[in-house]
């Protein structure tokens, strides 16, 4: 473990607007340190669900038509003109390019007009600094289970501006895991909150699905999609077809023993003295339980976000930008959104 820098140990209080645009969601918020004053979430679910997946290009076209109104409306929640502002934060990778491009291009337009500093802010540092919102006491070096869509992680976050990523995902994400799964199950977009609705009332033994952890902290589920499309055929093939809840609970239970190992693992290992967990994934009523569970029989502190703070929102671009600004992070006129961004 690192030691920790003298200006994050000063806790920030400057007055920001967050604004995330980096996948399907629309969403600004104003804070002043850790603490939310307004905060607005425009989600384009109901758009995407019909095409079965997030469309990019539709996705920038949704996010240009409602930025302006998602922006103003959470200024005028927080009763805030903009001279009031210390700075500005924006989303500014990694993500879709087209959907990073309509926050960053609106921010920079923004922060130019009103003479304000511009932060960027990379969103998955966003998702484990959601952390710092509910949970003022929660402050480095802890570990953070970062996994979403498109991300799973195993970070160690050193200090509030720096962290390094112990584990990492060889192929699917967890997110895209469920979401596949959902998928064999006909459930619709996104299914990943689906299948965990399903398998609550589901025999999770029903299927055995192979879990052999990798060596170090890395995961991988494309095998597991792979061994739950087998194992459903040869229970058809047998006539004894598991019921969807059966199929959801076993599959469910795979990915969070794969990503609790893992954890826990780690942390025993290297010993850091809290867990965290953070993104989409962190929403799965399962993991939530285990992870609690887990962090009692070890002794260790665990911090899980609420659920509106699990999924993409502007708070978490906030609370990281809060950090950012305090230790002078500030980008030039020539931002740009970027992709892919790892987090170092
Ligand atoms: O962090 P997020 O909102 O967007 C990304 O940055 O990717 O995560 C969305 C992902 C989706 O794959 C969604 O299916 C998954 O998180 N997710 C869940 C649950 N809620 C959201 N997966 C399993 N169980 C849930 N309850
Ligand atoms: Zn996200």
């Known amino acids: 473990m690192s030691n920790i ?48 997946g997030v469309v990019p290009e539709i996705a920038s076209r949704a996010h240009v038509e409602n930025l302006p109104a998602v922006v103003e409306q959470t ?19 990694p993500g879709l390019i087209g959907a990073l491009l309509c926050g960053v291009s609106y921010a920079k337009a923004l922060a130019f007009a009103c003479k304000k500093p511009l932060v960027p802010v990379h969103h998955i540092e966003g998702h484990i600094c959601a952390n710092y919102v509910p949970f003022p006491e929660l402050e480095p070096p802890f570990l953070c289970l970062v996994a979403s869509g498109g991300h799973s992680h195993i970070i160690a976050v050193e200090s509030y501006t720096s962290f390094r990523t ?28 689906l299948l965990d609705e399903l398998a609550e009332d589901g025999d999770e033994h029903a299927l055995t699905l192979p879990i052999r952890p990798l060596p170090g902290f890395d995961f991988s589920f494309s095998g597991l999609k792979t061994a739950l499309l087998q194992s459903v055929q040869r229970a058809q093939k047998a006539g004894a077809m598991p019921q969807p809840k059966d199929i959801a ?28 967990l953070a993104g989409g994934v962190a929403a799965n009523r399962l993991l939530r339980r285990e992870v609690q569970r887990l962090g009692q029989k070890a002794g260790v502190p665990v911090y899980i976000p609420p659920m509106r703070l699990c999924t993409d929102n502007a708070e978490m671009i906030g609370a990281a930008a809060q950090y950012r600004f305090a230790n002078h992070i500030i980008a ?11 987090l170092e």
């Open 332 to 342: 030039d006129r020539d931002l740009n959104a970027t992709a892919t961004w790892p």
């Open 249 to 276: 609970a076993s599959f469910r239970r795979a990915v969070v023993d794969q990503l609790t190992h893992q954890l826990f693992a780690a942390q025993k290992e290297l010993r850091y003295p809290a867990i965290a």
């Open 5 to 52: 820098s003298s200006v994050d140990l000063v806790q920030p209080s400057s007055l920001l607007l967050a604004i995330e645009t980096s996948c399907d969601e629309t969403a600004a918020a104003v804070l002043r340190g850790r603490t939310v004053i307004s905060s607005t979430v425009s989600t384009q679910i109901a758009i995407h669900a019909q095409y079965g």
């Open 75 to 93: 200024m005028q929640k927080a009763g805030l003109s903009y001279e009031d502002l210390d700075a500005i934060a924006v989303t500014a990778g």
């Open 166 to 193: 112990i584990g990492r995902t060889r192929d699917d994400a967890a997110g895209e895991a469920f979401d596949k799964a959902a998928r064999v199950l006909q459930l619709p977009y996104p299914g990943g909150p």
